[in-house]
């Protein structure tokens, strides 16, 4: 059976490429679209609020347990039982609380969004690193009189929208300031001196001094600090406590101030914060300690404190907070812009799905407002709520009707077709016109809860027709790249099949076209069509598989019984392999499995005596690389072992060096030497600059310019040396020591040694798969016109005549190809979150906040695994005989077993975490394949060596 050529190979895997990004959408068209539409009418809290100005505090990165546990950080030393006494005092004598809960991601940008837009922004603003608006939303400081804002560059200007919005001010500082390995306090001083200044200002300047004192102001203080310390030190560092002290005095030193200035009692206080932080500095999925944030609000329109209720408000959560004397009310992030806009009586930002806590009847003391007019301003407000939801639904919904062919109206809005709620809403009206205050609260939190469940049945809409599109397309993939592999002519087709796939295609096209569908419905439609006909064309072309077996025994009931029992066992390994996404010790038993069960099971007495050595290396290699998915996540950052790490590196370069050196004269010490060098002189650069760091002394600028230095050089020498570099073994160790400045500088514990066992890990694996598929002595690698030779008999051969014939054991190795894809990833202790990614070791050479270039160091750090399995692959491909990406195609046929498993455990209900894994689990899947395909190019390319190489 002919094995497709190199271009037909790229052609395939560009097709992968595209088609698994785009799927990637599917998920957010399935489950997240946006919720912003245009054409909305706004509704008005009241006439006037309780309050003439509100001040908005958002402590950026503050955890609601490290603010107000008693004694919360122990091991600090000579650190005070209560952090924020000021914050606390308010808590206990002037105001409301309660726990604010984030939805994922929990990202400053988001975080905002739905403090002050009130709604929970489009997933696609990720894509723009969340500093541009995919779509212009409305918020609380649009609706204000005027908004003085002051803080963060990447957070002030999401709120304002050109010279749309010029009564919104904001004062930010440079970016340069937002340093990780400097004093970060002088990020929230800075603000609080701007502050200062505007007042100052304001007492000689009438017309400004005339916009601060007017009504429906609003002024907002975010304060960067506690974020940028949580990110340098950690949330349970001193200097993450001092910080928090000081956001406490500037709370404290900002109320004085607008007493003092205005001389009333006519200003409202909120403080808040968009997100939490993890353990280790990290923030942005679903952790409970990135989800819960502390909320305080206290003046003229917020109620003062009331003692708990039986039953509790508190739970073994908030217990620890030594406050279960006083009630705690939580709320949902977005459901503060509603209660600043009622305090203020400005109309509701239009897009806002926030639920005042004062709608609920049932809700423990009535929520967080104390109003002038009592009962009846809160059965208004609440009306006002089910209104602003209310008319989110009704544009929605008649957009769906308009564009959607037998569309199904949402059934508890459904009896009020024409109208939308309008007959529920004069009931509320009614309710309040005979004062049966109770009674509309009630039947305004029925309408706000049928509201939003509609506004999620339109978002969702579309969830069947895009889930089917989904399985047809990923079984149409796979079966498209069996048909790729198995087939030895892709050309031709079926005139029948054709027109069946164009015909399909027409037909979902037009449908679209009459329901006004996105333009993403006509892509996701493209691949299933394209796949299928491609497969069943090929399957009508050429027959049925041989996989290596007389067409006769195809059908014998061995044979059958044997694909059957290798098919089931290649779901239970992916299906395995899911559940190791959340169970890390899956992969360690993975690996007992590959490394001694499996040669113990499978390998003949003969195979044994011959390779003992190698099976004994082999299994123990395995357990080693075992140990570190048992390893924790949160690890603390250690010189000794990241210069470990190093040193194991030097000794694997020293020992394949003496190796090298004896098979040849023609063999060359001086590029690996210097790689050597590399390794040295960073173990050397990185403990400087951990030092530094440490004792917060900032990071010199030479450790800086030589951290840079060595990754370039580093990266630069198998180019420049690369060429006098012959041989298999010759290659690898060089790609290796490549990477070992990288190792170095950007650990924070044991990556370094992951990465050198790993790579042994994967030398043997060559070794292994070679030994077991010949069932003789393993071959000896050799240097020539093309890695992809054998010695035997002292001659140099080609693989067999560039014929693919598949075997049953090559599901195997595409199944040991796919469980190295993961642990590599996953190896060093990564769990499938934002939260496992250290950024500490990043400092060493960005101290300054710079995302895209953080995140472009961390993702070249999890590159390196990756090229020394590509090289590994390319490599046990030739050993075996197989043309360039054979297994690799393999492997394609399996692994989105895995992705459809994960695409239908995506969910949009449940907790936080559970949301967010479920979104980051499927990313993951559906990218690693992506990853894999272009890792194995990469192997392919580096692995090809000049037509007159020299033999090792």
Request: hydrophobic fraction near 45%.
């Amino acid at each position: 059976m002919g094995a497709p050529d190199s271009r037909s190979v790229a052609t395939l895997l560009v097709i992968g490429l595209v088609f698994h990004l785009i799927y990637i959408g599917a998920v957010f068209d399935c489950y997240f679209t946006s919720p912003v539409v245009h054409g909305m009418k706004a509704y008005g809290s009241r006439s006037s609020g309780e309050a003439k100005r509100l001040v908005l505090v958002v402590g950026d990165g503050l955890r609601a347990d490290l603010l107000l546990n008693v004694n919360p950080f122990p091991s600090v030393r000579n650190s005070q039982e209560i952090v924020a006494p000021y914050l606390r005092s308010v808590i206990e004598t002037r105001g409301a609380w309660g726990i604010s809960h984030t939805r994922v991601p929990t990202e400053s940008r988001p975080g905002h969004v739905a403090l002050i837009g009130g709604m929970y922004e489009d997933v696609s603003a990720v894509t723009k690193g969340w500093k541009s608006n995919p779509v212009d939303f409305d918020s609380v400081f649009n609706r204000s009189s005027t908004t003085f804002s002051f803080g963060s560059p990447d957070i002030l200007p999401i709120f304002t929208h050109a010279d749309s919005t010029p009564h919104i001010r904001t004062w930010c500082y440079d970016e340069s300031a937002e340093d990780f390995t400097k004093d970060a306090t002088s990020l929230d001083t800075w603000v609080l001196e701007q502050l200062h200044t505007l007042f100052a200002n304001a007492t000689t300047d009438p017309k400004l001094d005339a916009q601060v004192r007017g009504e429906k102001t609003v002024f907002f203080l975010h304060l960067l600090g506690l974020d940028t310390t949580g990110h340098a030190y950690r949330p349970h560092s001193p200097e993450y406590v001092r910080n928090i002290q000081l956001v406490d005095a500037i709370v404290r030193d900002a109320e004085s101030l607008f007493s003092e200035y205005y001389g009333d009692n006519e200003t409202a206080f909120v403080f808040t914060a968009d997100h939490g932080m993890s353990r280790i500095g990290n923030h942005g999925d679903g952790d409970p300690d990135n989800t819960r944030t502390p909320l305080v609000a206290w003046g003229p329109g917020f109620r003062g404190p009331l003692p708990d209720t039986v039953p509790s408000t508190h739970d073994d959560y908030s217990t620890p907070f030594n406050l279960s004397h006083v009630m705690r009310t939580d709320v949902s992030q977005a459901d503060i812009a509603p209660l600043m806009a009622s305090v203020l009586g400005i109309d509701w930002p239009v897009n806002s799905v926030g639920v005042l806590p004062d709608v609920d009847p049932n809700m423990p003391g009535g929520g967080y407002l104390q109003l002038n007019d009592a009962d009846k301003g809160k059965a208004e407000l609440a009306l006002v709520n089910a209104k602003v939801i209310l008319e989110q639904y009704r544009v929605k919904h008649s957009i769906k009707k308009k564009h959607t062919l037998l569309y199904k109206p949402f059934m508890p809005l459904a009896a009020d077709e024409e109208q939308q709620g309008s007959a529920d809403v004069a009931n509320i009206e009614r309710l309040i016109r005979e004062q049966r205050w109770r009674d509309s609260l009630a039947a305004s939190k029925r309408l706000i809860d049928n509201a939003l469940d509609g506004l999620s049945y339109l978002q969702t809409y579309d969830r069947t027709l895009i889930r089917s599109l989904v399985v047809l397309a990923y079984t149409g993939w796979m079966a498209f790249s069996l048909s790729f592999i198995l087939s030895s002519d892709s050309s031709g087709s079926s005139p029948f099949i054709t027109a069946g796939a164009v015909s399909a295609l027409l037909l979902t096209w037009l449908l679209f076209a009459a329901q006004h569908s996105p333009w993403t419905f006509y892509v996701y439609t493209i691949f299933p069509c394209y796949f299928w006909h491609q497969a069943l064309c090929s399957t009508v072309k050429t027959g049925l598989p041989s996989w290596n077996q007389p067409r006769k025994e195809w059908l014998s009931a061995w044979f059958i019984s044997k694909f059957a029992v290798l098919g089931a066992g290649a779901v239970i390994v992916l299906q395995s392999m899911v559940l190791a996404y959340t169970h890390r010790s899956i992969w360690s038993a993975g690996f007992v499995i590959i490394g001694i069960i499996w040669p113990t099971l499978s390998w003949p007495r003969e195979m044994w005596s011959r390779n003992v050595w190698l099976g004994l290396s082999w299994a123990g290699s395995c357990l080693l690389t075992s140990i570190f998915p048992l390893l924790s996540v949160d690890k603390d950052e250690s010189v000794i072992l990241i210069s470990l790490g190093g040193a194991a590196m030097l000794l694997v370069g020293f020992s394949g060096i003496h190796i090298l050196s004896r098979r040849g004269p023609d063999f060359s010490i001086h590029p690996f030497g210097t790689q050597m060098l590399l390794i040295g002189v960073t173990m050397a650069v990185t403990a400087s600059s951990v030092r530094n760091l440490q004792a917060k002394r900032g990071l010199p600028l030479l450790n800086e310019v030589s951290g840079w230095a060595l990754l370039a050089i580093a990266a630069a020498v198998p180019t420049l040396s690369g060429k006098n570099v012959t041989g298999v073994h010759s290659k690898i160790l060089m790609y290796f020591l490549a990477f070992g400045p990288l190792f170095v500088l950007l650990s924070i514990s044991v990556e370094g040694l992951f990465y050198v066992v790993f790579s042994i890990t994967l030398a043997l694996w060559i070794e292994v798969e070679s030994a077991a598929r010949d069932r003789s002595p393993v071959p000896a690698l050799v240097g020539s016109s093309d890695p992809r030779v054998h010695a035997q008999d002292g001659k140099i051969a080609m693989p067999s005549s560039g014929r693919y014939n598949p075997r049953l054991d090559d599901v195997r190795i595409a199944l040991f190809f796919l469980f190295f894809v993961q642990v590599a990833f996953f190896g060093t202790g990564n769990v499938a979150s934002i939260s496992s990614f250290y950024l500490a070791p990043v400092y060493r050479l960005v101290p300054i906040f710079s995302p895209f270039l953080m995140a472009s160091l961390l993702i070249y750090k999890i590159i390196a695994p990756y090229v020394i399995l590509a090289i590994s692959f390319a490599v046990l491909n030739a050993r075996l005989r197989l043309p360039p990406f054979s297994l690799f195609l393999v492997a394609l046929t399996l692994t989105d077993v895995m992705t459809m498993t994960f695409f239908f455990r995506v969910t949009d209900t449940g907790s936080w975490l559970e949301i967010g894994q479920s979104i980051t689990f499927f990313c993951i899947s559906s990218l690693l394949l992506v990853w894999s395909a272009g890792i194995c190019a990469l192997g392919e390319y580096l692995m090809s060596e000049p037509r007159k190489a020299k033999t090792e």
